[in-house]
């Protein structure tokens, strides 16, 4: 690789007669009636010797928001744009191109404060040699520098092989909007919250998704196999079968919400062993497309492992996407929609939604089930030494009050959904010192 010529290329700013309105990924987003700006993570302080690292699934705007960082560094004149890198690393073949692309730009520049923004870092094996390399140079003692990444095995832990060298650096994710987020999209003005719910329960928070449906009042096919090459394109850097793959997220928009063990998940499929299908399951989740939401033991107030769990999808669109791939439904928005005018189904994604939205904000989240008994209780939060039970009903003002053990079940429904529940999804947030990005736009209407 040619890498002056590939960083000149990757970052135009650097020519004086450059503009970032220029930008392919500012030009597709700013003042677009479908994008949503994530000011929340825009308000992120860039400063020398901080180290942050965004996870996040594929196409969810990680690099859009990079480009309005830089953007935003070059017109508040906090950086000269010859000081700011951009690296995307999916064409990088190997740690040590990475290494050496960081090593050339960084040598005569040690004295001054840069920014360097290394995109989709996940596609580099061993990525971290490349950056602890620069650290030990001392390369990076007056560097910023951001890295985005879609795996979040490989993120947690490589963020751990850096002690020391972050400053007050920190580790955030980048989801799809949430529905909490939908009011704040300019192509939704005026729309009433239980509008928004239905346009979000067929649609989803991924942006090209809410494009297609602001532009066109529904998500095209094209988009859907967009999203769905991402996925097997992600599963093959791992090995793993797209075949597999299929049945496997079949089987969990098929069973969404259902207790479910590895040998009962892997039923009507081809997949033989449960081995196969943690294996996969556990590349869903480590890719945010999945959640794994383990039964809690009240008496230990830990959650068990080994007992069976329930899986939910991060967002409404990789339902879709689950059911119709493998039976090959085509006109898949049409046919989603009427799924979701079903009371039943439509419970299925309430449940799937506020579990998800749970678990999204790092809450401790669990489910609870008894086989003597047969009772279940569909969400734990288990934060700060203290439990809280839920109950997740379309209707819950039908459903009778209940305890479990010593505990009172509380009942939440589409309401508590809309306006995010306070007790519930509320917690702790990184971003406390700098703005709550948990705050309900809802409560704003």
Request: hydrophobic letters at 35%; a neutral charge.
């Amino acid at each position: 690789m040619d890498s002056t010529f590939d960083l000149n290329e990757q970052n135009p700013w650097w020519n004086a007669d450059y503009s970032m309105q220029e930008d392919l990924h500012l030009r597709q987003s700013s003042g677009q009636p479908h994008y949503l700006q994530r000011t929340e993570f825009l308000n992120l302080p860039l400063r020398p010797g901080d180290f942050h690292i965004i996870r996040g699934p594929r196409q969810v705007g990680k690099t859009t928001l990079i480009k309005e960082w830089i953007s935003r560094l070059i017109q508040s004149k906090s950086s000269l744009p010859q000081n700011i890198l951009f690296l995307s690393c999916e064409g990088i073949r190997d740690f040590t191109e990475l290494q050496k692309t960081l090593t050339l730009w960084l040598k005569d520049k040690q004295a001054t404060p840069t920014f360097i923004f290394l995109d989709e870092i996940s596609f580099v094996e061993k990525w971290q040699q490349a950056v602890l390399h620069a650290f030990n140079l001392g390369f990076l003692e007056n560097s910023c520098l951001v890295i985005t990444g879609s795996n979040a095995r490989d993120l947690k832990e490589s963020s751990e092989r850096f002690p020391g060298r972050r400053g007050q650096g920190k580790n955030f994710s980048l989801f799809p909007i949430s529905i909490l987020e939908y009011p704040r999209i300019p192509g939704f003005k005026g729309k009433s919250p239980e509008e928004l719910l239905e346009i979000y329960w067929s649609v989803g928070g991924f942006p090209h998704a809410i494009k297609d449906y602001i532009t066109y009042g529904a998500v095209t096919d094209s988009t859907y196999e967009t999203y769905r090459n991402w996925i097997i394109g992600d599963a093959a850097r791992y090995a793993l079968s797209e075949e597999f793959l299929k049945q496997i997220l079949y089987r969990i928009s098929e069973t969404l919400t259902s207790r479910l063990t590895w040998s009962s998940l892997i039923e009507t499929t081809t997949i033989k062993d449960h081995q196969t299908a943690l294996r996969y399951v556990e590349h869903l989740s480590d890719a945010f497309l999945c959640h794994i939401h383990y039964c809690f033991d009240l008496d230990k107030k830990a959650p068990t492992f080994t007992k069976a769990r329930k899986l939910y999808f991060i967002d409404p669109l990789l339902v879709a996407i689950g059911w119709a791939w493998k039976p090959a439904i085509p006109n898949i928005y049409s046919w989603f929609k009427k799924q979701v005018n079903d009371p039943e189904f439509k419970s299925l994604l309430l449940e799937n939604g506020i579990c998800g939205l749970a678990h999204r904000q790092g809450l401790q989240a669990y489910f609870w089930y008894s086989s003597k008994t047969q009772q279940e209780v569909d969400l734990i939060i288990y934060q700060n030494q203290k439990i809280n039970l839920y109950e997740i009903k379309l209707n819950p003002s039908e459903s009778k009050k209940k305890r479990i053990l010593s505990f009172p079940v509380q009942m939440l429904g589409m309401a508590d959904f809309l306006h995010a529940n306070q007790s519930v999804l509320n917690k702790d947030s990184i971003f406390d010192e700098w703005n709550n990005p948990l705050d309900s736009d809802y409560d704003k209407l």
